[in-house]
């Protein structure tokens, strides 16, 4: 695809229930970033990959959250036992690499309401 | 230390105005500054970025001032038209765990009003 892809756009699930977010990255993009956009809050750093090595988790604010990137393509983000304030538009981007004159391509974000 | 503190929240400026917004770091290790634009229901969109190593950058209507001894940056958008109603976000980058990461100011929503 032309942008970088996340789905669901939408979910709403139980308080203590896990989810599942997907990201499908720009296609020869290296790096792949997560960030949680909370209301009337900027953007904040979850996790980032870059190709094969190692992710910066140093954003995941609990161990509740964890996420992969298979075959340096295809990226999830897992919640475990939601939490009603998990709430929030989760946003993935993707860029060549990890420079900072390679501008990070967002995709439309999922949207989790935890109830 | 990595707080990007951006002003106002909010904005309204009239067709044909300067809507302008101000964004102040602490982090002397921040080197790269981005501006991004978001509307709603969708993802941000990188609008024009700045290195501290230059005072000013303009790209057509958006202009970024850089105040390095000050530690402030800001966006100046001439011209502002009902489409620029959106909203703002700055940011700046500094090399942390091996990798660059943005640190994001909490936003301006601009509103250009006919």
């Known amino acids: 695809g032309a942008g970088v892809s996340q789905s669901p756009s939408n979910k709403v699930t139980e308080k203590g229930k896990d989810v599942e977010l997907r990201c499908d990255p720009i296609s020869g993009h290296t790096a792949l970033y997560w960030y949680r956009q909370s209301l009337g809050q900027g953007l904040e750093f979850l996790i980032y990959?870059?190709?094969?090595?190692?992710?910066?988790k140093s954003g995941l604010p609990s161990d509740r959250f964890s996420a992969e990137r298979t075959g340096g393509s295809v990226s999830t983000l897992t919640i475990q036992r939601t939490q009603q304030e998990d709430s929030a538009v989760y946003l993935c981007?993707?860029?060549?690499?990890?420079?900072?004159?390679?501008?990070?391509?967002f995709g439309d974000g999922t949207r989790l309401s935890i109830l | 230390q990595q707080q990007v503190k951006q002003s106002p929240q909010s904005l309204i400026v009239q067709k044909g105005g300067i809507s302008i917004i101000n964004c102040a770091y602490e982090?002397?290790?921040?080197?790269?500054f981005p501006w991004y634009q978001q509307f709603p229901g969708k993802g941000p969109a990188l609008l024009i970025a700045?290195?501290?190593?230059?005072s000013e950058k303009k790209e057509g209507r958006f202009t970024i001032s850089f105040n390095k001894s000050a530690k402030q940056f800001s966006l100046h958008i001439m011209d502002s038209q009902p489409g620029d109603s959106a909203t703002y976000f700055c940011a700046a980058a500094f090399r942390g765990a091996g990798s660059y990461q943005l640190t994001f100011g909490k936003g301006t929503k601009l509103s250009v009003i006919p």
């Open positions: 982090n002397t290790a921040f080197d790269y």
């Open positions: 990959f870059q190709g094969n090595s190692a992710p910066d």
């Open positions: 700045i290195r501290p190593d230059v």
């Open positions: 981007a993707s860029s060549l690499g990890n420079i900072p004159n390679q501008p990070q391509h």
